[in-house]
């Protein structure tokens, strides 16, 4: 059966941005973006504000506004010393009924720092610095939820050591690799609940992944 036109969900997405290039193979971007969400089915992207509200359940249409900007630094990675810097400042907001605020998984703050530094004798060394805002916390009241508090920020610091042999003269190549993630060891922060008196989070972790492994490109 065919869904009636006006209980499809709509977005209007839009966006611009400028790039140039500068010294030493480097280059810089700035991206502006917004999205907005007409009749929107998003149960989860609520699921920390409604409150109880009786206008909100798992078939609750509703609409969204996500909008904000990207800042990008890039070196090209062939270079002896290589990385990207990325950084976006953003907001998601959804509107229900008296139901107003951020979206479950909104965060206000993301920045990537990569960096690759060739050793020589085609052993390269890499490394990224990872860091973000929190997420918005449950909250008690209706009114609390255009502005609630949020889980602590969170970040990591991975590397990972390459070693690389040449197959042939035609480009083709196999590597060795070593890599971890989350290094520091950092536990974050998943959910978050506060009342009148207290917040209360519950964090994840610490979770680490050590791995060694084989690649190769023909």
């Known amino acids: ?24 193979a480097m280059s810089a971007s700035r991206t502006l973006f917004q999205s907005a969400h007409f ?31 990207e800042l990008l630094l890039r070196r090209s ?9 990325a950084y976006t400042l953003s907001r998601s907001e959804r509107f229900v009924g ?8 909104d965060r206000t703050h993301v920045l990537n720092v990569a960096l690759t530094y060739d050793l020589g004798r085609r052993w390269r060394l890499g490394a990224r610095l990872m860091t973000y805002s929190g997420i918005p916390a449950d909250v008690a009241y209706l009114a609390a939820a255009r502005n609630p508090p949020r889980t602590e920020p969170f970040w990591r610091l991975d590397w990972r050591l390459e070693k690389r042999w040449l197959i042939g003269t035609d480009g083709a190549w196999w590597a060795f690799a070593a890599e971890v993630l989350n290094t520091t060891l950092n536990p974050e922060q998943m959910e978050k609940s506060c009342n009148a008196y207290r917040c209360q989070a519950r964090e994840l972790g610490p979770i680490t992944l050590p791995s060694l492994g084989v690649e190769a490109r023909f």
């Open 1 to 24: 059966m065919q869904p009636e036109l006006d209980e499809l969900q709509r977005s209007v997405l839009s966006s611009s941005g400028v790039s140039v290039n500068l010294l030493s």
């Open 98 to 105: 008296r139901v107003e605020g951020p979206s479950t998984f």
């Open 77 to 85: 990675m062939t270079r002896h010393l290589g990385g990207i810097i």
């Open 39 to 69: 009749r929107l089915n998003d149960s989860f992207g609520i699921s920390r504000l409604d409150n109880g509200a009786s206008e909100t359940n798992q078939d609750t249409r509703m609409m969204g506004h996500s909008y904000g900007a």
